[in-house]
C-alpha cells in the first residue's frame, strides 16, 4: 500500500470517526439548532446544505457501487467502499438533522445550492424556523450503506445550467456542481476493467471537487457547529482522496478532467 493511499484511507477512517461524533454532538444539543436555540431556517445554509449535499453524496454512492462491479482493481475498489462507507454514514447525518429541524428533504422552489449565495438572498427566511412551507414533500432518499435504491432525486438528469450555484459551477444535464450527468453514469456502468477504473477516477474527482466547494461554504456560512465541524471534515478528506486518485489516475497513464 503507497503512503498516499495510506494517509487517504486514514482520512476517511477519521471522517467516519468524526461523523459520529458530530451526531453525538447535535444529539446533545436537542435539536442540533444554532447558537440562538432556534432550528435552522427553511432557506437558511445549514438546512440548505443538508438538502443538497445529501443528494451529492447519493450519487457519490451510487457511483462507487457501480465500479465496483466493474473491475477486480483492489486499490480502485477499496477506495470506492471506502467513499461510499463515509459518505452513506454523513448522509444518514444530513437527513436526520433536517428530520430534527422539522423541515424538508426537498423545496420545490429552491435552486441547488442558492444558499451558498450572499446571506441576503433569500430575506427573512434564513433566520425564521418553518416546517416545510412551499415544499414539494419528496423525500431524496438515496442509496445507503448497501446500495439500495430510492425514488427521490434522479440526480444525474436536471440541467442547472445558469443557476447561481456561490460560484461553483455546474455542467449541462448535472443536478449540482462536480456531479455526472446521466449519460456519464451509463458510460460508467458499461465500461469495464482500466476503461471503468479511470472514469470512475475522474468522474469522482470533479464531484469532491464541487463536494469541498459546497463543504467550504457550509464552514464559512452555516450556524450549527456540528453541521460546520462535520462541513471542515469533509474538505479535509476529500482533499486527500483527491490527491490519491491523481496518483491513481497516473499509475493508469491517465489524468483528472478539465
Known sequence: MTRTYWAAGTAVLLALLFAG?????AASDGDGSGPSGRAPGLHSPDAG??????????QAVEMSFIVRDRTKDEPVRGLAYDIANTQANQRGMLLG?????GLPKVVADEP??????SADQHGGHAEHGTSGHGT?????GGHDAAGHGTSGHDTSSHDTAGHDMGGA???????MAGMATKEELAQLGAAEGRDAEVLYLQLMTDHHKGGVAMAQG?????KTPAERDLARGMVEAQQSELTLMADMLKQRGAAPRG
Open 97 to 101: 438533522w433536517l428530520d430534527l429541524w
Open 49 to 58: 446544505f443538508a438538502r443538497d449535499m445529501a443528494v451529492h453524496h447519493q
Open 136 to 140: 414539494s414533500g419528496h423525500d431524496t
Open 21 to 25: 461524533a458530530a451526531t453525538v454532538t
Open 169 to 175: 459551477a455546474a455542467k449541462p444535464g448535472a443536478l
Open 112 to 117: 441547488p445550492m442558492s444558499w451558498m449565495g
Open 218 to 222: 457550509c464552514a464559512t456560512q452555516c
